[in-house]
């Protein structure tokens, strides 16, 4: 049974450029998480995808944007990249239990790291 | 906005010894409570969560935290700390009301000396 995986594991951009990451959910989950983890600090929560939709997002400017395809895998989509988006980014899945919310545990998975130039 | 926070950057304990990681949150209401362990250059693992009921929580590879409501605490435990604990603890709360967002504090690192 597969966990979380994510690529690509390491990625390097210039300021400006675009960027994708994926993530593909442990099986049987259908929520994707993901998060933002800068050198030294905790992750900082950027949006949950469920039934192919954003359903909640935290204090992230609109340059960060996701996408859930119907086999539960997700995208991450960040534009114009300034160098403080260089970080781990940690997709985190689970599994919905409750019709729309879920307090069941986050799986991760172990990152990309991105590095802005 | 619910929030953590880890007061210690690093814990420093002798193999063998007990060891604790301490937590504290703050949430509107009751709180979805979570303690995630990362090794170099890795995503987190879950360690154990507090949803309700007994409130000591036992987790994985020996760990134990208790939920203190009364002193918003989560702290975690080991009764007897291994050379292979050594790594960066992570503290989370989700509230109920708003629980699709979970914070996480910003790390407690755990060295444990032979």
């Known amino acids: 049974d597969a966990g979380v995986t994510q690529s690509p594991t390491h990625l390097i951009k210039t300021r400006g450029q675009q960027v994708t990451l994926r993530c593909s959910p442990k099986s049987g989950h259908d929520t994707v998480s993901w998060y933002q983890q800068a050198l030294g600090q905790g992750p900082q929560f950027i949006f949950q995808?469920?039934?192919?939709?954003?359903?909640q997002r935290g204090n992230f400017p609109d340059r960060f944007s996701g996408h859930q395809f119907p086999n539960y895998s997700s995208e991450l989509n960040v534009n114009a990249l300034l160098l403080g988006d260089s970080a781990l980014y940690l997709c985190?899945?689970?599994?919905?239990?409750?019709?729309?919310?879920?307090?069941?545990?986050?799986?991760f998975g172990p990152g990309t790291r991105l590095t802005v130039l | 906005a619910q929030s953590v926070a880890q007061p210690e950057d690093q814990v420093n304990v002798a193999e063998g010894n007990p060891l604790t990681v301490k937590c504290t949150y703050s949430v509107s209401g009751n709180p979805y409570l979570f303690w995630y362990v990362q090794y170099p250059n890795r995503g987190l693992q879950f360690l154990l969560k507090?949803?309700?009921?007994?409130?000591l929580v036992k987790g994985s590879y020996g760990f134990e935290a208790e939920f203190n409501k009364s002193q918003t605490s989560f702290h975690l435990k080991k009764p007897s700390a291994l050379v292979s604990d050594s790594a960066l603890y992570f503290c989370?709360?989700?509230?109920?009301?708003?629980?699709?967002?979970?914070?996480f504090g910003a790390g407690t690192r755990l060295t444990v000396k032979p």
């Open positions: 507090y949803i309700t009921g007994d409130n």
């Open positions: 989370a709360v989700r509230a109920r009301s708003n629980n699709n967002d979970m914070r």
């Open positions: 995808y469920y039934e192919e939709e954003e359903r």
């Open positions: 985190a899945s689970s599994l919905d239990t409750s019709g729309g919310s879920t307090w069941d545990t986050q799986y």
